[in-house]
């Protein structure tokens, strides 16, 4: 094989057609060896309230403290700009679930611990994520909260507002979350007997170090 037909491949991808896939010199393992980690994605799921953001924090900074490269995809700040042209119908949600899913598949690509912090209600939606990785490198996290227990909580105020009829399609309240069936990892919480977040974090590092991402 030619040398030009070894860097790319013609292919006919969704709506554009003639695109060029261009294979880089240096790929994910060489990125990895670099960074002695492996990609991957951590994807957590759960309702509004149920602690994914301080997870996603507590999880990047005690993986940091390691010496680990890590970025957070958190669902509000990637809608004020990747996303900010999407709302909350059932279609905006699917699209921006799969931009957040292919931007995190870049990240884990890079040979960065890309973490996913999002309520991704639908299973469909988080399995056509999962499918878009190797097997092993998306780890789903379900924040398992009750609602009555998030709803207590509303640090937003968002569960006032949608019980007052103010906003609709209110994952929980008028809108349904499907919780994983089988992913990887469940951090459940009933009221006050709840672990903090650094020790749900550890949960999560220690899973990484014993499937060996931790290292190249």
């Known amino acids: 094989m030619s040398p030009g037909k070894d860097r790319q491949i013609m292919s006919c991808n969704g709506k554009s057609t003639n695109v060029m896939w261009h294979k880089s010199s240096v790929d994910k393992f060489d990125r990895q060896e670099l960074l002695q980690q492996k990609g991957c994605v951590i994807w957590i799921t759960g309702l509004s309230g149920s602690g994914k953001s301080t997870l996603a924090c507590a999880l990047s900074r005690g993986l940091h403290s390691r010496g680990k490269l890590t970025y957070i995809l958190d669902g509000d700040n990637v809608r004020h700009g990747l996303n900010n042209d999407l709302g909350f119908k059932a279609e905006d949600r699917a699209e921006n679930i799969r931009r957040i899913g292919e931007v995190a598949k870049l990240f884990a690509d890079a040979g960065v611990i890309c973490i996913a912090s999002l309520i991704s209600p639908y299973r469909k939606d988080r399995d056509a994520c999962r499918a878009l ?38 994952t929980g309240i008028d809108d349904p979350y499907e919780p994983p069936l089988d992913c990887e990892i469940v951090l459940k919480q009933m009221g006050d007997d709840c672990s903090s977040p650094c020790d749900m974090a550890e949960t999560v590092i220690s899973y990484l170090k014993e499937k060996g991402y931790l290292q190249a």
Do not use: N
């Open 133 to 170: 990785l190797a097997d092993g490198d998306f780890i789903e996290v379900f924040m398992d909260v009750p609602l009555q227990v998030c709803e207590e909580r509303d640090p937003k105020g968002l569960y006032k507002l949608a019980r007052a009829g103010k906003i609709k399609g209110f």
